[in-house]
């Protein structure tokens, strides 16, 4: 039976997911079988697994990392933001239903048995497990009926390593005061702790290791001095995509929505050097010198048209058109370029029709059942062949539809304006596929590099394992794992 160790923050934000990412890479080469596990995640940045589930990206990412495959069982709970109050649950992989947040709080108590099993089931096959919390368990205002921290920490009897993040400022408050504000037993689930985003020379930090190793009685596992590569690896939030990759020539601009899901498909596109994607913020145009704009995908469809009517992207975006612009829609953007988008089952709201963009000439109806694939594609202009994954809710049909660029099986997917100037697909990830990349760019009047995207992840993750091996006691988190 496996080892476990819980890797917490002592706060939002501070690198818990990095940080797993590369601690499944560093045991997976000190060959032990290692899975990553997350009881509860909230994320729009979803990934299709091999049971044919979805977990969140990060999640998927971790895997890659510890070298298994992606299951649903790594993420059993994952939240998607639908509205400001409200999300749809994923539980082992299966769209659960949608709840409000004080429903939701209810219903966490009876998803904890779902979560422990899921974890059992792995912890069969593994010699470590590496688990990842959410938020952080000083939020004790929620930690009754809590199973993302100390309340799934509690159920299966693991112990906990925190983890602050002193480029933010303040991290000895951090710690000490997440000590200071938990029960004794919780307190106790602690054993280590982790400072993270360290600038500069780490020994100038000895003395606040003591002062807080004195305070709280935790053992330091050390001091992770900044990783200057973790932007190649792809971000887990929609507040970690930066404004711009780099400073290539071909310039992408983006609208960032405000339910922006699935945004990985900007992950190797951002890391071939001849591009430049610009993440373009609410009340701010989109820019004339763009020479693509590229639509991704969104949590809610309907809602997202009227954010971007409000912002006067709709405007910009014709602007973008007659000047001889491209566009591309991805899932939700997709939907959003046609003509009209149907939900008479009031899927994502009251039952209705809105009017889209009408840069394809397709129309959506949006239906509850969810399709979820991982997917091999050719691309119909080239013959090369692709991989990425559907995730999505509607069917999308219409004249532009013949002009399909992509075929899956015997099914043609996509549509594109006449002029070939507007593209729409429901297909994520296809940007990861070498040749397909490089061939897209060519034809959308940009350069490809012939960059490896998935062999500079593997490097990158490789890179992170030997980081946290030179500066953090790997020795003793595994003492500490039980």
């Known amino acids: 039976m496996a080892r476990t160790i819980m890797i917490q923050g002592a706060g939002s934000n501070v690198g818990k997911s990095l940080l797993v990412a590369g601690l499944c890479r560093a045991f997976w080469q000190r060959g032990m079988t290692v899975f990553p596990f997350k009881p509860q995640n909230m994320s729009n940045n ?17 895997a890659w990392a510890a070298r298994v495959d992606p299951h649903s069982d790594l993420n059993p709970v994952l939240l998607k933001p639908e509205t400001e109050t409200g999300a749809q649950v994923i539980l082992q992989g299966r769209r659960l239903g949608s709840v409000r947040a004080r429903e939701y709080a209810q219903l966490k108590p009876k998803l904890l048995p779902a979560v422990v099993e899921s974890y059992e089931r792995l912890r069969k096959r593994a010699d470590l497990m590496i688990v990842e919390g959410a938020g952080s368990p000083a939020e004790i205002n929620l930690r009754d009926g809590d199973i993302a921290n100390m309340g799934f920490a509690e159920a299966v009897n693991a112990p906990v390593v925190l983890v602050g993040d002193i480029d933010r400022g303040g991290v000895i408050a951090q710690i000490v005061g997440t000590s200071a504000v ?13 400072i993270n985003k360290f600038r500069g020379d780490p020994t100038l930090f000895d003395q606040g290791l003591s002062e807080i190793v004195e305070r709280t009685g935790w053992h330091s596992l050390g ?18 995509i930066r404004p711009t990759r780099n400073q290539g020539a071909f310039r992408i601009a983006v609208p960032r ?29 989109l820019p004339g010198t763009a020479d693509l704009v590229l639509i991704p995908g969104t949590k809610a469809t309907i809602a997202e048209l009227q954010f971007f009517r409000q912002q006067g992207w709709d405007i910009d975006l014709m602007a973008h058109v007659r000047r001889g612009g491209r566009v591309l829609g991805i899932c939700g953007g997709y939907q959003m370029l046609g003509r009209e988008i149907i939900d008479a089952d009031g899927i994502e709201g009251p039952p209705g029709r809105v009017a889209g963009l009408g840069l394809l000439d397709v129309v959506t109806e949006m239906k509850p059942e969810k399709h979820l694939a991982n997917i091999e594609a050719e691309h119909l202009a080239s013959g090369v062949m692709l991989q990425g994954y559907e995730i999505h809710m509607g069917r999308t049909t219409g004249p532009d539809c013949k002009r399909a660029w992509l075929a899956i099986g015997d099914r043609r997917e996509g549509a594109m304006s006449r002029d070939g100037r507007v593209q729409g697909c429901y297909l994520h990830g296809m940007f990861a596929s070498d040749r397909f990349r490089a061939l897209w760019l060519r034809e959308m009047g940009g350069e ?11 490097a990158t993750l490789d ?20």
């Open 46 to 62: 979803a990934a299709v697994t091999v049971d044919h589930g979805e977990i969140g990206r990060a999640q998927a990412l971790q």
């Open 182 to 194: 938990l029960s004794p037993s919780d307190r106790k689930r602690i054993r280590g702790f982790i």
């Open 223 to 240: 001091v992770v001095p900044w990783f200057d590569d973790a932007g190649k690896l792809p971000a887990e939030d929609i507040m970690d």
């Open 257 to 285: 929505l405000s339910r922006i899901a699935n945004f990985d498909d900007l992950d190797p596109l951002g890391l071939e050097p001849g591009v430049s994607i610009e993440i373009i913020e609410p009340g701010t145009p």
């Open 448 to 458: 490809g590099s012939g960059l490896a995207f998935s062999a500079e992840i593997e």
């Open 463 to 482: 890179s992170l394992a030997e980081h946290l091996e030179r500066h953090l006691d790997l020795d003793l988190l595994l003492t500490l794992a039980e």
